[in-house]
């Protein structure tokens, strides 16, 4: 029977990890849920009682756009949360 090669390359081994854990700031959560919670409620108050609010009623169609930047920009925030 024939003798397998043998290796020539030393194994990989992957360079050792800092044991230090990484934390997210305090203030994080908090201003990325009430990020969310304001924009899906701009969405919402312009969609139920447009006329109602002052400010709204003058925006028109910008609502979406200042509702949904509210949105993303809670999103741009989870992707910091450790």
């Not at 397998?4 to 990890?17: D, G, I, L």
């Not at 756009?65 to 992707?79: A, R």
Request: charge should be positive; charged fraction near 15%.
């Amino acid at each position: 029977m024939p003798k397998s090669k043998t290796r020539k390359k030393a194994v990989y081994t992957p360079p050792q990890k800092s044991q230090q854990v990484k934390i997210s700031p305090r203030w994080l959560a908090p201003t990325m849920v009430a990020s969310w919670i304001i924009g899906i409620l701009w969405i919402a108050t312009y969609y139920i009682a447009p006329q109602q609010a002052p400010l709204i009623k003058d925006l028109q169609a910008w609502n979406l756009l200042i509702g949904f930047v509210f949105i993303i920009f809670g999103v741009v925030l989870s992707t910091r949360w450790r």
